[in-house]
């Protein structure tokens, strides 16, 4: 391809680099010039064009976009129209993305005028996601260049996408005195959350003493047990295994198995283990995998959901990329630095979840009704958004698709809590486990049902917390009684994890010797909307 600016007299033939804007028409980047239009740029005194003349063995781009996606095996993929030089691929299934890097790399390598990017290696997605884009950067490109890329691309998978694969998954759990009955009845909850993507079901839990001959017992009768689908074995232990010779990894061998891997360069998730008993694996859950956060554990099992059958240098090789979050005891108090207040950062968790039970059976829903013509929902997410920060997560539940139509085309990142029904803390939960808000050196906590917030009032909160360096919880009261919203800190995240039923957060405030700054917002943070009449009272109008 030649590539230049070219006489119009003499350009016929040549593809526009830039559209041309005449008064009676225009022409298109990417249009081939003809005898007419040269006629027709000319009477418009339009006497040089930029242009490229496409030489023997050149591919114009879309052209190129479109065989190099051909050349994908289309398992379990999609493909956009190439235009603009550009295909993107979806994926058609919920399952596991997998790239290789190497040949992703040899693709980009064999000229700068043909790009291919896609997803990480190893990422979970749902149907309808894109993985990857093919661009071609000029209007055209070399054929034998993208010959050499089709070739690539036919003899490897360069890149796919894994579909998940429904197990029946049996969980036993070990007991101690110390460990209480809820905390696992919450694993199994969550457990089952986790396995919601791939069709798996938790159709078993078993209950045995922390000893290795009793896991054994446990694990020999999951395998003997009559499933449907595909079996895999998940063990938590009430305490957390320290050798390779602790109770999961002996419970693997005495039922009969092997151990593939004790430990993994991932943190959270170091105290992972992976056996197989035969041909079904048995994964020992690390302690961070009671919480839905994501951890070295999801890593492990979405490839074996997926298919996979991760070995031990597979694990190993996973600590670039392994470090996910701060741990809960670092930093320590002696090696936390000080940083400008504008590098504090900031997200706001919107609770929109709840059922809004005092509203009545079959009521009006609170964050329907409308102040000055606008859904309190959307009025809420919207003095979140003038406050300047910039991740806002709203979790929703109850009417879920009505509270999100109220939000459509705000900045807005929307989670759903299917478990919004036992209370707050499953919000909470739900919004504080973004990656937004774990990122962030401290999470705003907003009630969407408070009329009387303002971005002002956010805005002192936020200027409080950054002034105490990110380091202390900062809350809304009125006349000095305590109420919304309130920010609290990176620190105490993994004790919001922890919560759950029908409460906040007030208890991890009273007992996390952390500083507690009150600041003054009037009587808008104790005024909420929890009944029609309250809705009502504060110049709300009933709706939905």
Not at 127 to 138: E, R
Request: charged fraction near 20%; include cysteine; aromatic fraction near 2%.
């Amino acid at each position: 391809m030649i590539f230049g600016e070219f006489l119009t007299a003499e350009a016929e033939g040549a593809v526009l680099a830039h559209s041309i804007r005449l008064t009676n028409g225009s022409f298109s980047k990417g249009h081939r010039l003809g005898g007419e239009d040269i006629e027709q740029l000319a009477a418009a005194g339009i006497d040089r064009v930029i242009a490229a003349r496409i030489e023997p063995g050149d591919l114009m781009e879309d052209e190129a976009a479109e065989q190099l996606a051909r050349a994908v095996a289309p398992d379990h993929l999609t493909f956009s129209e190439a235009a603009t030089g550009r295909v993107n691929v979806y994926s058609a299934v919920d399952g596991l993305f997998v790239a290789d890097r190497m040949a992703v790399d040899r693709i980009n390598s064999l000229d700068p005028a043909i790009t291919l990017a896609c997803l990480a290696d190893h990422v979970p997605v749902q149907a309808g996601d894109m993985v990857a884009t093919f661009k071609i950067i000029p209007l055209a490109v070399s054929g034998a260049k993208i010959a050499a890329g089709i070739e690539i691309l036919r003899r490897i998978p360069v890149f796919e996408v894994k579909p998940f694969m429904a197990h029946a998954v049996s969980l036993v759990a070990t007991e101690l005195p110390l460990l209480k009955a809820s905390v696992m009845d919450k694993t199994a909850r969550i457990l089952s959350q986790r396995l919601q993507p791939s069709g798996s079901v938790l159709q078993r839990e078993e209950r045995v003493a922390h000893r290795a001959a009793d896991v054994a017992g446990a694990i020999r009768r999951a395998l003997a047990a009559q499933d449907r689908l595909a079996k895999l074995v998940i063990v938590f232990g009430a305490s957390a295994v320290i050798d390779a010779g602790d109770v999961i990894p002996a419970a693997i061998r005495l039922a009969g198995g092997e151990v593939i891997q004790v430990g993994m360069p991932v943190d959270p998730g170091n105290l992972l283990v992976l056996g197989r008993v035969g041909d079904v694996y048995v994964v020992g859950a690390p302690g961070c995998a009671r919480s839905p956060k994501e951890n070295g554990f999801d890593w492990v099992l979405d490839r074996i959901l997926a298919g996979e059958r991760p070995a031990p240098q597979d694990i190993s090789a996973m600590g670039v990329g392994g470090l996910l979050m701060e741990i809960q005891s670092r930093p320590r108090p002696r090696d936390i630095v000080n940083k400008p207040p504008s590098a504090i950062s900031v997200a706001i968790v919107l609770l929109a979840a709840g059922k809004a039970s005092r509203m009545g059976e079959g009521g009006s829903h609170k964050l329907l009704a409308e102040f000055d013509g606008v859904p309190l929902v959307r009025r809420s997410a919207s003095i979140a958004i003038a406050s300047g920060v910039s991740d806002i997560v709203a979790v929703t539940g109850h009417r879920c698709d009505e509270i999100e139509t109220a939000l459509n085309g705000l900045a807005v990142e929307v989670v759903l809590n299917p478990d919004y029904a036992s209370g707050m803390a499953s919000s909470l939960v739900a919004g504080v486990g973004t990656r937004a808000a774990q990122r962030a050196d401290g999470v705003l906590v907003m009630l969407a049902d408070m009329p009387g917030v303002t971005s002002e009032d956010l805005k002192a909160l936020i200027s409080a917390f950054r002034q105490a360096n990110g380091q202390a919880i900062v809350r809304a009261v009125s006349g000095g009684k305590r109420g919304n919203p309130v920010i609290l800190p990176r620190s105490v995240l993994n004790a919001v994890m922890r919560l759950e039923g029908d409460v906040g957060a007030r208890h991890i405030i009273e007992t996390s010797d952390l500083p507690v700054i009150d600041v003054e917002i009037g009587e808008a943070a104790h005024l909420d909307v929890d009944t029609p009449e309250a809705v009502v009272a504060a110049g709300g109008v009933l709706k939905g």
